[in-house]
């Protein structure tokens, strides 16, 4: 492990951010982390970025939070790991306000560390205006300058937030479609038939395959599908299980025809899919 860095001190009130670019020689070692909240967002380059041990590698629209008192490590990468040597980043050490709960929810965490990638250069673009408003902000000497830099931050944490919404979040759908949506969410694995999931509306199947279409734009296993192959593809990117088990973990009965299905949604197979992401994450 590097030095350990003084944690810096912060009141209640107080956010601050920098946008740095580090060399090799840059790295920060917190082992009881902070009180404040931390998040780091890569813009290019690479870092090493992580709760104690437990480090990735960044690439360009990764975001890190570290929550108050979780040991914080991150360093520039070195040549090794990914080739430019250099780290560009921002990071706002931050008190979240009480409302923004449901915006820092990132689908990717463990305790105390939660991490998200903008994947849709649109939106990472938006964030990166926000953020480096954040950074502006700050560090200006106008007396609303804090305010106006938690606005910046919320706004970012906003668009990454819809970015994240699905078909079923993103609009207005019957609760009794989105009681559906749900099951599926929570149990993509079990071999759902049309029937089965319209008994849980509880609509005819019939009704059910119309209303559904009609509101979320694809059939029941159309959806159902896409489901299972977004989890297939985080489970690629996240994990060392075999094809064979990730199709069985997201409810495919046979690896052969999800490899194929795979193939047909994302452009690769899923081994080559995996390789693409470890080769991005190097």
């Known amino acids: 492990m590097p030095a350990v860095v003084p944690t810096p001190v912060f009141d209640i009130t107080t956010l601050s951010a920098r946008h740095w670019k580090r060399d090799e020689a840059y790295r920060n070692w917190r082992p009881t982390g902070t009180r404040d909240h931390l998040l780091i967002y890569t813009l290019s380059g690479a870092g090493r970025v992580g709760p104690g041990d437990q480090t990735r590698v960044t690439r360009a629209g990764d975001w890190f939070l570290f929550y108050p008192g979780v040991p914080q490590n991150y360093r520039t990468a070195l040549r090794e790991d990914r080739p430019t040597g250099v780290w560009e980043l921002i990071w706002v050490h931050v008190h979240p306000r009480a409302d923004w709960a449901p915006y820092l929810d990132w689908p990717d965490r463990s305790e105390g560390f939660a991490y998200v990638y903008l994947d849709d250069l649109t939106v990472r673009r938006r964030v990166e205006r926000c953020l480096k408003q954040v950074v502006a902000h700050s560090i200006s000497a106008d007396p ?127 081994r080559a899919y995996r390789q693409t992401a470890a080769d991005a994450g190097r």
């Open 144 to 270: 609303l300058g804090t305010d106006l830099a938690m606005n910046a931050l919320e706004a970012a944490l906003l668009f990454a937030a819809r970015a994240r919404l699905d078909p079923a979040e993103a609009v207005r759908i019957d609760p009794r479609l989105r009681h559906v949506v749900d099951l599926i969410h929570r149990r993509s694995d079990e071999p759902w038939t049309i029937a089965q999931l319209a008994a849980h509306a509880p609509l005819s199947p019939s009704r059910f395959a119309h209303l559904f279409r009609e509101q979320l734009g694809v059939t029941p296993l159309q959806y159902l599908e896409a489901y299972r192959l977004q989890r297939a593809r985080q489970l690629l990117e996240t994990t060392g299980l075999g094809v064979a088990q990730i199709a069985e973990a997201v409810g495919f009965a046979d690896a052969f025809y999800f490899s194929r299905r795979f193939k047909a949604a994302v452009g690769q197979s899923p």
